[in-house]
């Protein structure tokens, strides 16, 4: 119950979105629970909704409730638009389909249908010339055009997996991934399952919501994190991974990581994450991947304390790309209310 309302209120203030946040029981009642029931308040607002002066409180329950639906909307609408944002690229570099199709499988298919219905929505209506590569015309982002149209019908139907790519050469560890890019068919064939990846995870960020990370670094303690474990996230880091790779080095080096630091006050929080080599897009991904800026999409699986009184969060990334729609918060979307999480700037490790 307290995490779901801390996460629907990026644990903010529903009324003034200052962070530090009390746990308060809109009726008064302390044994109704109900996440309805529940705002998040700042130590000053909860002493409004909590303090009786006269025989009235300064901050009424009905205004609470107003507060608390007007956030928690902007919250959900906030999370959606940096979302998309954030897993929107212009070249993936490393992309996770083993734990694609477990999250999709997930889903029921009203869940999944509603979602397509919400990307076809949501794509914008001109590809940007820079996701169009220069020699094989593939997108390299998913938008209103035959290939992605093609992605989302197939995840309409229930597709954990892309019936309509001829996978002829198919991974020795994943049937289902395509393997070597010798002729213009396996490379088309490759390219598309890329784009079917990229539209698969704007079908599940759409369906269950995807925090960004910058939420978790609020908490204090391992514990504090629990309520997140499981939750799809988005993320912006900067990032090193010395071990990295090359897709072809899968047998002898099957996996490696990246890791990330940021800074909340006095604390380090470091975030890490491990790749399977097999699945990184390309030689000049696996060098991207030692030091730059990255963003995308993950699932977070928990949290670790550190030596230094920091947490060392883990994230299993879905996918990861560089060179999304925007790099500046003044230029998101329209509908985009830039919170205080959308903003923070990780440190380089």
């Given at each position: 119950m307290q995490s779901a309302v801390l996460v629907g209120n990026r644990h903010a203030c529903c009324v003034c979105q200052q962070p530090r946040v009390q746990l308060h029981h809109i009726d008064g009642n302390p044994n109704n629970n109900d996440p309805a029931n529940i705002a998040a308040l700042c130590l000053?607002?909860?002493?409004?909704a909590s303090m009786v002066i006269g025989l009235t409180k300064k901050l009424q329950p009905d205004q609470v409730r107003h507060y608390k639906a007007t956030w928690e909307?902007?919250?959900?609408?906030?999370?959606?638009?940096?979302?998309?944002?954030r897993f929107t690229f212009h070249y993936c570099v490393y992309k996770n389909p083993p734990r694609i199709r477990e999250a999709l499988m997930s889903l029921s298919m009203r869940e999944r249908r509603q979602a397509v219905a919400r990307i076809r929505d949501a794509l914008i209506d001109e590809q940007d010339p820079k996701d169009r590569d220069e020699i094989w015309g593939y997108n390299l982002a998913p938008a209103t055009t035959e290939a992605t149209h093609v992605a989302l019908t197939s995840l309409f139907h229930g597709e954990d997996a892309p019936s309509y790519l001829p996978v002829k050469h198919p991974h020795p560890e994943?049937?289902?991934y395509p393997f070597g890019m010798s002729t213009q068919e396996a490379m088309t064939t490759f390219h598309h399952y890329d784009l079917w990846c990229q539209v698969a995870c704007q079908v599940l960020a759409a369906a269950r919501g995807a925090l960004p990370l910058e939420d978790v670094y609020d908490c204090e303690s391992?514990?504090?994190?629990?309520?997140?474990?499981?939750?799809l996230v988005s993320f912006r880091l900067s990032i090193r991974g010395a071990g990295i790779k090359v897709p072809r080095m899968w047998k002898t080096h099957p996996t490696s990581s990246i890791r990330a630091r940021a800074k909340r006050g006095d604390r380090v929080i470091t975030v890490k994450m491990a790749l399977r080599t097999m699945y990184l897009f390309s030689d000049t991904a696996a060098i991207n991947l030692r030091s730059g800026r990255v963003s995308g999409l993950g699932i977070f699986s928990g949290?670790?304390?550190?030596?230094?009184?920091?947490?060392?969060?883990?994230?299993?990334?879905?996918?990861i790309g560089t060179g999304g729609w925007v790099t500046d918060p003044q230029h998101y979307p329209k509908d985009f209310a830039v919170s205080r999480s959308a903003t923070t700037e990780e440190g380089r490790e």
């Amino acid at each position: 119950m307290q995490s779901a309302v801390l996460v629907g209120n990026r644990h903010a203030c529903c009324v003034c979105q200052q962070p530090r946040v009390q746990l308060h029981h809109i009726d008064g009642n302390p044994n109704n629970n109900d996440p309805a029931n529940i705002a998040a308040l700042c130590l000053t607002h909860h002493d409004m909704a909590s303090m009786v002066i006269g025989l009235t409180k300064k901050l009424q329950p009905d205004q609470v409730r107003h507060y608390k639906a007007t956030w928690e909307a902007t919250c959900a609408r906030d999370i959606w638009a940096l979302s998309r944002e954030r897993f929107t690229f212009h070249y993936c570099v490393y992309k996770n389909p083993p734990r694609i199709r477990e999250a999709l499988m997930s889903l029921s298919m009203r869940e999944r249908r509603q979602a397509v219905a919400r990307i076809r929505d949501a794509l914008i209506d001109e590809q940007d010339p820079k996701d169009r590569d220069e020699i094989w015309g593939y997108n390299l982002a998913p938008a209103t055009t035959e290939a992605t149209h093609v992605a989302l019908t197939s995840l309409f139907h229930g597709e954990d997996a892309p019936s309509y790519l001829p996978v002829k050469h198919p991974h020795p560890e994943d049937p289902y991934y395509p393997f070597g890019m010798s002729t213009q068919e396996a490379m088309t064939t490759f390219h598309h399952y890329d784009l079917w990846c990229q539209v698969a995870c704007q079908v599940l960020a759409a369906a269950r919501g995807a925090l960004p990370l910058e939420d978790v670094y609020d908490c204090e303690s391992e514990e504090e994190t629990d309520g997140y474990a499981g939750r799809l996230v988005s993320f912006r880091l900067s990032i090193r991974g010395a071990g990295i790779k090359v897709p072809r080095m899968w047998k002898t080096h099957p996996t490696s990581s990246i890791r990330a630091r940021a800074k909340r006050g006095d604390r380090v929080i470091t975030v890490k994450m491990a790749l399977r080599t097999m699945y990184l897009f390309s030689d000049t991904a696996a060098i991207n991947l030692r030091s730059g800026r990255v963003s995308g999409l993950g699932i977070f699986s928990g949290a670790t304390e550190g030596q230094s009184g920091g947490l060392e969060l883990s994230v299993v990334p879905l996918l990861i790309g560089t060179g999304g729609w925007v790099t500046d918060p003044q230029h998101y979307p329209k509908d985009f209310a830039v919170s205080r999480s959308a903003t923070t700037e990780e440190g380089r490790e």
